[in-house]
């Protein structure tokens, strides 16, 4: 399994402003994946980063909004820019660990409990 | 496209057993998956089960799959407090590339 530390663990942050929020795996992994859990929902993919290519956003979702980068097969950000009240959610990482790729077996981060005030 | 769904809420009485039900629509998924969310954490990986099998059993967790219903339960055994969670159900649909989540049931254990 992977082990992935997610930081920070929460913040409250003014409409308007940006937060970053970065991801560590403690193995070098082809895919990861960011997802949002809104209050009371499901997750909700955002995107896939690849190293070394643009992300893939899906549908709902868009680069200027939510920037990802993913400068090593260990590492990742994401960027929730020009917050609004409705960005509060918890927003997780997650990596593939499974046999055969494809993320077969996701593991996740503790997540991301962001409040935007 | 794929559509997960699950009863939102589940109450069992400390030491019974809770039974956690979830169906899907897309019958091409290859995989299927159990995660628990404690509160204020991240998703953990119960277990999962391949298409092709019926059942799997991991200790004090019985997974059974109904292709043909397509429905997909997770039994667990002599509940404790501990397992108090919301519980996801996942599909992995062939030609998504990515997990499809419930809503998650939350499991509430009472003495």
């Known amino acids: 399994s992977a082990v992935i530390s997610q930081k920070p663990s929460r913040d409250i942050c003014q409409r308007g402003t940006s937060l970053t929020i970065q991801c560590q795996v403690d193995?070098?992994?082809?895919?990861m994946f960011w997802y949002r859990q809104q209050p009371g929902q499901s997750l909700t993919l955002i995107a896939t980063?690849?190293?070394?290519?643009?992300?893939?956003?899906e549908s709902g979702f868009v680069i200027d909004k939510f920037p990802i980068s993913r400068p090593n097969l260990t590492f990742s950000t994401l960027t929730v820019s020009n917050m609004s009240p409705e960005d509060s959610s918890i927003y997780l990482c997650?990596?593939?660990?499974?046999?055969?790729?494809?993320?077969?077996?996701?593991?996740f981060g503790q997540g991301t409990r962001l409040t935007v005030v | 496209g794929e559509d997960v769904e699950q009863s939102l809420f589940l109450s069992v009485r400390e030491g019974d057993s809770s039974v956690i039900n979830c169906t899907y629509t897309d019958s091409s998924s290859t995989y299927l998956y159990w995660y628990k969310q404690e509160p204020g954490a991240g998703l953990q990986l119960l277990t999962y089960?391949?298409?092709?099998?019926d059942m799997k059993q991991d200790q004090r967790l019985t997974v059974l799959l109904n292709k043909k219903d397509k429905h997909l339960s997770l039994r667990i055994a002599d509940t404790q407090t501990g397992d108090s969670a919301i519980y996801f159900c996942a599909s992995f649909p062939r030609g998504y590339n990515k997990l499809i989540f419930g809503a998650g049931t939350r499991l509430a254990v009472h003495p």
């Open positions: 193995s070098q992994v082809t895919m």
């Open positions: 980063a690849n190293q070394g290519s643009e992300a893939t956003y």
């Open positions: 089960i391949f298409s092709n099998m």
């Open positions: 997650s990596v593939e660990g499974g046999r055969g790729g494809m993320n077969t077996e996701a593991f």
